[in-house]
């Protein structure tokens, strides 16, 4: 039998397994994919627009350096927004929101069936990947890095997202998943 998403946790279930990626496998894994997706953009576009904007004089290369920092707060919070909403739409409930630093998590209370639990993982990076990729290739220049530097913020970020999905479909059919933004609990019959 295929469980189904529900709000609280059924009777005669527990928690098989707690997912917690750590700090220093999430930042390998985030610099693996940014080293991957750079070598990428260099190879697609090279860097001479980033010369560029050191021979034009520092005040272009301020005003780049604070859009980048910009596209990256942006880009990585609506990731997590577009979590909150995949969360909203699969389980009815309020989605949780949590704040480490910068960083923004978006999780729920609910108890999500392996599908849902794979569809509101994935489904915010594989958008915002297609988004960037969509950017990347619509723009040159100064232009396509900030694009290209949103798509590694939302790659980087993603990680734990395609770890977690990776757990939650190696989980039994009838498994539950909980996902938290920075753990999730799997949950199975006794």
Not at 9 to 36: C, E, H, I, M, W
Not at 109 to 119: E, K, M, S, T
Request: proline residues 3%; hydrophobic residues 55%; charged residues 10%.
């Amino acid at each position: 039998m295929i469980m189904r998403t529900v709000k609280e946790l059924p009777q005669g279930y527990a928690q098989k397994d707690y997912v917690n990626l750590n700090a220093r496998t999430a930042n390998l894994v985030s610099f693996l994919l940014y080293a991957a997706l750079l070598a990428l953009g260099w190879f697609w576009r090279g860097f001479g627009a980033l010369s560029a904007l050191q021979r034009d004089g520092m005040t272009y290369y301020a005003l780049f350096a604070l859009a980048l920092v910009a596209a990256l707060l942006a880009f990585s919070w609506l990731h997590q927004l577009t979590h909150a909403l995949a969360l909203r739409l699969l389980t009815g409930a309020a989605p949780l929101f949590a704040r480490r630093g910068l960083r923004l998590f978006v999780g729920s209370g609910a108890y999500l069936c392996r599908r849902d639990a794979v569809l509101a993982l994935l489904l915010p990076p594989l958008f915002w990947l297609a988004a960037g990729v969509t950017a990347c290739a619509l723009t040159d220049g100064v232009w396509f890095w900030l694009a290209m530097t949103a798509l590694l913020a939302n790659s980087g970020g993603a990680a734990d997202d395609f770890y977690f999905a990776l757990c939650a479909l190696r989980a039994p059919g009838t498994a539950l998943v909980q996902y938290r933004g920075y753990a999730a609990g799997i949950f199975t019959e006794e």
